[in-house]
Structures are given as structure tokens and as C-alpha cells.
């Protein structure tokens, strides 16, 4: 054989393996077919489809969570106090249409949901609770810390009659036991989170009152916790078979928000104060013509730009500016350079040159803001839920997005005890007639 005669073998080489392959492909194409089917099918599939969540919540730390596992998929069976219902139902403000009038508050952290009105304090709501965990694989609580253990209801007891079952806390200071300390049973609100983390020490300005960031910051942060942790436990439980505790305390959730600070103090012994920035500058909010811009320049090379763009280019090497501890430290000298530069510019033309120059930047949105954005609407970040009594709505949507994942339209919250009967019957076995008699006896309340 002659080196030349090689691309000829090559060729035959191919046209065997060609016909090879055509013929598995053949052989195998049911087989494909099928798998193509599988993967159809389970693109219509959510991450937690099949997994049924009891609520023992109110407010919002509880709600958010399991809002957060509904929409993955996830049957979420909200508990209600007869008559009474969770708090944030009759807190303004209201959705009102023909006569019929439903909470905002309500709305938006509790849409997918599933509501059984039911009286935990009556033996016979016990029991319905105790079933309820029997068919659970996960309840979530933000009750007062040992209010459930108190009635013989809690994670210990109900772990006894489901081993499986995986149990998420949310209260102010944990109630994991091996970590519980003197503050474990104080009630708390978000706003007491923010407080003895330290960031609300660092919000505001020098010169005023420590603030507070957004009403509910801890109590959304908490329950995107639990919603971690219980994932975790659900992965956890597939190679134990056994569920857990998952203890989310807003208090250790806001100090690890607070990460940088206490990072900060614990190499260097620093404590920084609000309003009063020691090694990065600048990282404000400056006015504008039309509106505000927020700003940040972390590094000199970010600032280098920001310079250029000010006409300043000087400010790159003055030593009064030239590193961050510097700009920090003549605020005095800098401050009014930028302000009087952000003040001669339109909002929208300043956050388009700081953009094109590669200044991090965006403009300062209020609420209607957002809603005129259309770029809120291409990322898809508000939903829109119909409510038959209400009409439509949008609600901001829980991130993040999944490729694979599809997008279900949202149900409306529920009304109180909306579901009752429904899980009496055909998630607990109780018949029309036993369901009527608890009603009657006002252990169950059905829409």
C-alpha cells in the first residue's frame, strides 16, 4: 500500500461507520423516542411537584416560605385560625372589586396555597393536624417560639408518627435545642432582627436616628432561608430517609446579611458607622435634574472612569482622591464636585454614559418605577394573578429562573378555609357528614 492510497481507506473507513451508526440508530429509535418523551414530559414538571407542605404561619416569614415551595410545585395547605384567619388579612391596604375586598399584604405572599381553617386548640383539630403531618413531607412554622410544642404539636412529637417528615422553623433568636439561649422565646419582628444585627446601625446618616432598610427585609430573607434549608433536608432525606429540624432564626440571618461588617471587625477591630464610609468611595446617590442615580466605584479603575467622564481626570492621581481611604477621608473636597456634575445631567442620559463608560450605576426606581420598566416585563420579574372576586394583579415573581422549569400561571390566595372540605374528604378520609359535624362544633371553618 502507497501513503496516497490512505484517504481511500479512510473514505471506505467512514462509509462503514456511517451505515453503523444509521443502522443503531435504527435499532435504538423506540428506545430514543421514548426518552424524547420522558424529557417532554418532565419539562412539564416542577422541581417540587408531588411534595405536600403544611403551614403553621402568619405575617409574612412563614407565608414567604412556603410561597416559595408552591411555586416550585410543592401542595401547600395554609393553617388558619377559624374565623379569624392569618393577621395579614384584614391589613390595609385592599383590593377591592363589586363588593368584594381581599389585603394586599395577603395576596402577595400567599398565592398557590391551599386554606384549612381548623382549631389546633380543640382535640379533634389536634387530630386533624396529627393526620395532616401523617400524609406531610414537610410543615413550616413562624408561630411563637414553643406555642406548637406547648400543645404537644411540635416537631418532636409529630416526627414520632412520620419519620420522613421535615420540620421548618422561623422565630426571632432559633429553637434548635443545643443553640438555644436567653433569647430563644422573645417574640420578634423584623425591625428587631435588623437591630441587634448591626445593620441598622450602619443605615442612615451620621448626623440621624439609626434607620431601618425596608419594612420585612428579615422576615423575606428568613423564609428564603427556611425554603434553603428544607431543600437541603429534602436532598438529605433521600439517602437517610429520615427528616429534620431546620431551625432559620431571623437574628443569625440578618447577622450573616451583615457579613462584611462583622468581617471587618473581626481582622481589623473596626466598627464603621453609618454615613461615614472608611475605605470605599464613592457609593451614594446622587441628584439629577430629573431624579436620583446610585453610584459605586470601588476600585481606582472605576473611578479613573468616572473622573474621565467628569472632565476631571486630574482627580485620578490627586493624592486627596487616588485611593479609597483617601476619597473617604476628603469626602468634604470630592462631594461637591460630583454633586454639582450629577446636577447638571438627566437622569436617564447620566445612567447611559455611566453605563458606556463601565461606572457600575442605576437609577434610584420608586414603585411606579418599576411598573413602567419594560425591561421588568422582558425579565418577567412581575407575574400577573387573577383572583375571580378581585380581578388581576401583579405580584413580583420568586426568583431565580430555571431553563427546564416551565411557568404554571399563579392561583390566587385562598380565601379562609377555601379548601377545607376538600382535604377532609379527600386528603384525610372524613366523611361529608363527619366534616358538617366539625363545622357545627366550630373545630373546622369551610368557605
Not at 161 to 183: T, V
Not at 365 to 389: A, H, M, Q, S
Request: glycine residues 8%.
Amino acid at each position: 500500500m502507497k501513503w496516497n492510497d490512505a484517504p481511500l481507506i479512510r473514505k471506505d473507513l467512514s462509509t462503514v461507520l456511517h451505515h453503523y451508526v444509521l443502522a443503531l440508530a435504527w435499532e435504538f429509535l423506540p428506545y430514543l423516542n421514548g426518552l424524547e418523551t420522558d424529557y417532554m414530559s418532565s419539562l412539564s414538571a416542577r422541581p417540587l411537584d408531588g411534595i405536600r407542605v403544611v403551614g403553621l404561619e402568619q405575617y409574612i416569614a412563614g407565608p414567604y416560605c412556603t410561597m416559595l415551595l408552591a411555586d416550585a410545585g410543592a401542595e401547600v395547605i395554609k393553617i388558619e385560625r377559624p374565623g379569624v384567619g392569618d393577621p395579614r388579612r384584614v391589613m390595609p391596604p385592599f383590593a377591592e372589586k363589586n363588593g368584594h375586598k381581599k389585603a394586599a399584604g395577603f395576596m402577595a405572599y400567599n398565592r398557590n396555597k391551599k386554606s384549612l381553617a381548623l382549631n389546633l386548640r380543640d382535640p379533634s383539630g389536634k387530630n386533624i393536624f396529627r393526620r395532616l403531618c401523617e400524609r406531610a413531607d414537610i410543615v413550616v412554622e413562624n408561630l411563637r417560639p414553643g406555642s406548637m410544642n406547648k400543645q404537644g404539636l411540635g416537631y418532636t412529637e409529630m416526627s414520632r408518627i412520620n419519620k420522613r417528615l421535615i420540620w421548618g422553623i422561623i422565630s426571632g433568636f432559633g429553637q434548635l435545642e443545643g443553640y438555644k439561649g436567653p433569647y430563644a422565646d422573645r417574640p420578634a419582628f423584623d425591625i428587631v432582627a435588623e437591630a441587634m444585627s448591626g445593620i441598622m446601625h450602619m443605615v442612615g446618616f451620621a448626623d440621624k436616628p439609626p434607620s431601618w432598610t425596608i419594612y420585612g427585609m428579615a422576615d423575606v430573607y428568613s423564609g428564603q432561608i427556611a425554603a434553603y434549608g428544607i431543600m437541603q433536608a429534602l436532598f438529605m432525606r433521600e439517602r437517610t430517609g429520615y427528616g429534620q429540624l431546620v431551625d432559620s432564626a431571623m437574628f443569625d440571618n440578618m447577622v450573616a446579611l451583615n457579613e462584611a461588617q462583622v468581617a471587618l471587625y473581626s481582622i481589623s477591630g473596626q466598627v464603621n458607622s453609618r454615613g461615614e464610609p472608611k475605605n470605599i468611595w464613592p457609593r451614594d446617590a446622587y441628584r439629577c435634574l430629573d431624579g436620583w442615580v446610585a453610584i459605586n466605584a470601588p476600585d481606582n479603575i472605576i473611578w479613573g472612569r468616572l473622573a474621565d467622564l467628569m472632565g476631571k481626570p486630574e482627580l485620578k492621581n490627586d493624592p486627596r482622591s487616588n485611593s479609597g481611604p483617601t476619597r473617604c477621608q476628603n469626602i468634604g473636597f470630592l462631594q461637591p464636585i460630583l454633586e454639582a456634575w450629577f446636577g447638571m445631567q438627566k437622569r436617564s442620559d447620566v445612567v447611559e454614559a455611566l453605563n458606556n463608560a463601565g461606572v457600575p450605576c442605576g437609577p434610584v426606581y420608586n414603585t411606579k418605577d418599576i411598573f413602567d420598566d419594560k425591561r421588568v416585563y422582558e425579565r418577567g420579574i412581575l407575574i400577573d394573578v387573577d383572583d375571580p372576586e378581585v380581578g388581576s394583579h401583579k405580584f413580583a415573581r420568586t426568583p431565580p429562573h430555571l431553563s427546564a422549569m416551565p411557568e404554571i400561571p399563579a392561583k390566587p390566595a385562598p380565601k379562609l378555609g377555601q379548601h377545607t372540605r376538600e382535604l377532609m374528604e379527600n386528603l384525610l378520609g372524613y366523611s361529608s357528614k363527619e366534616v358538617t359535624k366539625l363545622v357545627d362544633a366550630g373545630v373546622v371553618q369551610t368557605d
